[in-house]
């Protein structure tokens, strides 16, 4: 008897062992990977019901909570929702979260380790947890500013604190209403996120830090000439052959400079007038001297094909080893299989702009628990240092030449030096170019740095997306 006894204690030790283990595992090990898993409808549900806390843009809600009388007791609301739909993103029922809403939804719904002390409480309590809230670094007057100056084009404006990382201006258009996501009733959402999906000018894609990319055109010839002086290998009155056209090597492809002819007239240019007049030519001779691997390494330092989390993901530009010479002279200016978004052309310029020093883009500017207190601060961080402050301070000379009596004429602002670079970029036969703008402002102390892109526009990123940044930096520096 007494073995039998033995037998049974030691199965019920091993089961409640087992219990305990598979217990522990789940609520301690897995319970963040089963809270964000899309499946798991009961996390869902909750959020819906839980009052999720607010976004703010100084102070001021884009995105809050509303209650209402059905079975998810809240609704997500969004008070100026084209203005800022690329910054909250959606929060659906059925079709996945974006933007901020997505990043941050453990923080918003209250659900995050560091909330952990007030779902406790809100146990004892009886009363139901509320979500943290959320503020941007978004500077409403600069938010609206590149809302209306991007007008009715289809593109995209960024615009940062160099000094910072600060994102003070995300818009990307054509936006939508995330309202019309935020409905409890499925057939709805369903209905208009299928619509929205199917839209062919795609109205979800975050065109500022993803979306299918763009070829950069000019503006990347910021990052090959930080390569050329910061390897040693080339100083602004460093010169090379100035033909009207060039044959690229092992092919039967002619490449011309944007309007035609040579760069300012001699049978040489240098580096600085060949950055000031935007030649492509002599960038596609200087690229073919830095080679493949100098410029591979500044591009990666700059941020191409790294994960920058913002905190919401943005795609990872590209700039991807060309197999002959002809392809290594085309990406030297910005074409042949180079990728970037407007995030990463403003990191470059935001470095150049800072004195050499990348600092980690963000838009958050902390996260405050329901009672006000802080949960979560941000200090600015260093992302990388791709270029030495010399080069930096060179550079700004170079581009702050390009407004003032170069080929990014359109952004001047009288009486401040305003730093820029132009781009207007080839696509496929039969496509529209890409027409671009990066620049900062006032080139002695930046407290901008900004990159435009316009899809499909004729003309040239002079002629269209110098103008807008000049308006954008213009609120920036009125404020």
């Excluded at 974006?98 to 995050?112: I, K, M, P, R």
């Excluded at 995209?156 to 160099?162: K, N, R």
């Excluded at 949960?375 to 407004?403: H, K, Q, W, Y």
């Excluded at 004429?409 to 820029?420: F, L, P, Y």
């Amino acid at each position: 008897m007494n073995t039998q006894l033995k037998r049974v204690s030691i199965v019920v030790l091993v089961m409640f062992l087992a219990l305990f283990s598979s217990g522990t595992i789940i609520s301690v090990v897995q319970a963040d990977n089963l809270r964000a898993d899309s499946r798991n409808v009961r996390t869902l549900y909750e959020s819906f019901s839980a009052e999720r806390g607010p976004i703010l843009v100084n102070g001021t809600p884009i995105a809050e909570s509303v209650p209402v009388d059905d079975d998810f007791k809240f609704l997500r609301v969004y008070p100026d929702p084209e203005v800022y739909a690329h910054v909250t993103g959606y929060f659906t029922l059925n079709q996945g979260s974006t933007g901020l809403e997505g990043a941050l939804n453990d923080y918003l719904s209250g659900t995050a380790n560091d909330q952990f002390f007030d779902q406790v409480a809100a146990i004892f309590s009886g009363q139901s947890p509320k979500g943290a809230a959320v503020e941007t670094t978004i500077d409403p007057v600069v938010q609206q500013a590149a809302w209306d100056a991007l007008g009715d084009y289809r593109g995209a404006v960024i615009a940062l604190d160099p000094a910072t990382g600060a994102i003070l201006a995300l818009v990307s258009k054509p936006s939508y209403d995330p309202n019309l996501l935020a409905s409890h009733n499925t057939a709805e959402v369903i209905s208009a996120y299928e619509q929205l999906n199917a839209d062919p000018n795609k109205p979800l894609d975050n065109r500022a830090i993803g979306g299918a990319l763009y070829h950069p055109g000019s503006v990347f010839k910021v990052l090959v000439t930080a390569a050329a002086i910061d390897s040693g290998a080339f100083t602004p009155d460093s010169t090379v052959p100035n033909p009207p056209t060039l044959q690229l090597p092992q092919s039967s492809s002619v490449i011309s400079n944007a309007e035609g002819g040579n760069c300012g007239g001699g049978e040489t240019v240098t580096l600085a007038t060949a950055l000031r007049l935007s030649c492509n030519i002599a960038f596609a001779q200087i690229g073919l001297d830095l080679g493949y691997e100098t410029i591979a390494d500044y591009a990666e330092s700059f941020g191409f094909g790294k994960s920058v989390k913002i905190p919401m993901p943005a795609t990872p530009s590209v700039y991807p080893e060309p197999e002959s010479d002809a392809e290594l002279m085309l990406s030297a200016f910005g074409q042949y299989n180079v990728r970037a978004s407007p995030l990463q052309i403003a990191m470059i310029t935001a470095a150049v702009a800072n004195g050499g020093r990348l600092m980690q883009p963000t838009l958050v500017e902390q996260i405050l628990a329901a009672d006000l207190t802080e949960l979560v601060g941000f200090d600015p961080s260093v992302f990388s240092t791709p270029i030495s402050e010399s080069t930096a301070a060179t550079l700004v000379n170079l581009m702050v030449a390009n407004v003032a009596n170069g080929a990014a004429s359109n952004a001047r602002i009288a009486g401040v030096d305003v730093g820029g670079k132009t781009g207007t970029a080839q696509n496929s036969e039969g496509v529209p170019n890409t027409l671009w703008f990066t620049g900062f402002a006032p080139a002695a102390d930046p407290q901008v740095a900004i990159a435009v892109v316009v899809e499909n526009g004729s003309g040239f990123g002079n002629q269209v997306a110098a103008p807008i940044a000049k308006k954008v930096i213009e609120a920036v520096l009125n404020k």
